[in-house]
């Protein structure tokens, strides 16, 4: 157990859905991340917040949509995906400042059809 | 652009075997250079280095950093068929505000046959 939390592990929508990933961290951290990994390409970032404000979207279409509403709770909604997004989604939490590590959770497998 | 690169990206060795992982990073603003082991899901934290030269060592696990030549390796002696998984070597991308998100080398895809 990692301390963060993913909610549902597995997900498929139609293209045509409306869903929302959700992730909690129990670790008293104060920035999280939303990460992809799709099947042959690295982890790659997708959103950072730092103290609930998003300092980063690493250029992501608009079909993602995160929200924070405090430092223990991170949303990525998702509306009309495609499915090239299907892929497993990551959550991670970190304290602020550096140096830092990033603790991950176990991830939503979530396919497109 | 950060930029990444483990070698090999897969590798098959015997219980018992010595194996060397490899991480060579181009960064804009080092601040860390960081080891995570992902079996099934979640990659799960083992190493954070920052400083040349030091040896960071848990159990039969040990890596290390040259900050000259822009590289670290991850070790395991011993090898057991638990080792099994992909190892990933990650760099923070500097953002100035303290949270940076990591970019990520495509992994090493490590198989310990008994």
């Known amino acids: 157990e990692t301390g963060v939390t993913q909610t549902p592990r597995h997900l498929v929508m139609g293209m045509t859905n409306k869903k929302s990933l959700k992730c909690e961290q129990h670790l008293g951290h104060n920035a999280m991340y939303w990460y992809k990994q799709s099947a042959k390409k690295p982890l790659e970032l997708m959103f950072v917040y730092n103290f609930k404000e998003q300092t980063e979207n690493n250029s992501v279409p608009s079909r993602f949509s995160p929200e924070c509403p405090n430092s223990s709770h991170l949303f990525l909604h998702l509306h009309t995906l495609q499915p090239e997004d299907s892929a497993l989604y990551l959550c991670?939490?970190?304290?602020?400042?550096?140096?830092?590590?990033?603790?991950f959770g176990p991830g939503t497998r979530l396919t497109v059809t | 652009e950060d930029k990444v690169v483990q070698s090999p990206l897969s590798l098959v060795v015997h219980e018992g075997d010595t194996v060397t992982l490899n991480c060579s990073y181009e960064?804009?603003?080092?601040?860390?250079l960081l080891w995570y082991k992902q079996e099934k899901k979640a990659p799960t934290f083992l190493f954070m280095l920052?400083?040349?030269?030091i040896e960071k060592k848990s159990g039969r696990l040990s890596s290390i950093l040259d900050k000259k030549e822009l590289f670290s390796i991850l070790n395991i002696t011993a090898t057991q068929t638990g080792d099994s998984a992909i190892y990933l070597c990650?760099?923070?991308?500097?953002?100035?505000?303290?949270?940076?998100?990591?970019?990520f080398g495509k992994g090493t895809h490590l198989i310990i046959q008994p």
């Open positions: 960064v804009t603003n080092f601040r860390s």
């Open positions: 990650a760099v923070p991308m500097y953002s100035g505000g303290g949270a940076d998100g990591l970019t």
């Open positions: 920052t400083s040349s030269g």
């Open positions: 991670a939490s970190s304290i602020v400042g550096h140096p830092y590590e990033q603790y």
